[in-house]
C-alpha cells in the first residue's frame, strides 16, 4: 500500500529496495532504482551512516555491499510488509 497517493514509493520502500541490491556501484543503485545522482547519494550516505551499508573500494571501483545489519533489517521490513498485506495499491 502507497500511503503517499501519489504512486511515489515511501521511503521504507526505497530502502528494502536498495538493501535488496546487497552489492553496486552507485550508479548501478541509480539506473536501478531509478534515482538522480543526488537522490542515490543521499540514501547511501543515510544507509552508510546507519551501519546499513558499507563501502568497498577496488582501485577505482566503489561499490557498496549490504551488511549484516543491513540484512537484518531487510528481514523486519519484509515481515512488516508480509503483516499488512504487501506494497499492493490495491488495499
Do not use: P
Amino acid at each position: 500500500m502507497n500511503v503517499n497517493n501519489n504512486n511515489r514509493r515511501s521511503t521504507i520502500q526505497i530502502i528494502g529496495d536498495m538493501l535488496r541490491v546487497e552489492e553496486a556501484t552507485k550508479t548501478e543503485i541509480m539506473y536501478g532504482l531509478g534515482f538522480n545522482s543526488g537522490r542515490a547519494k543521499k540514501y547511501i550516505g543515510y544507509l552508510l551512516g546507519l551501519g546499513f551499508l558499507e563501502m568497498a573500494t577496488n582501485g577505482r571501483k566503489t561499490t557498496y555491499r549490504v551488511t549484516s545489519t543491513g540484512k537484518e533489517l531487510l528481514e523486519k521490513i519484509d515481515e512488516l510488509v508480509e503483516c499488512l498485506g504487501g506494497w499492493d495499491d490495491n488495499h
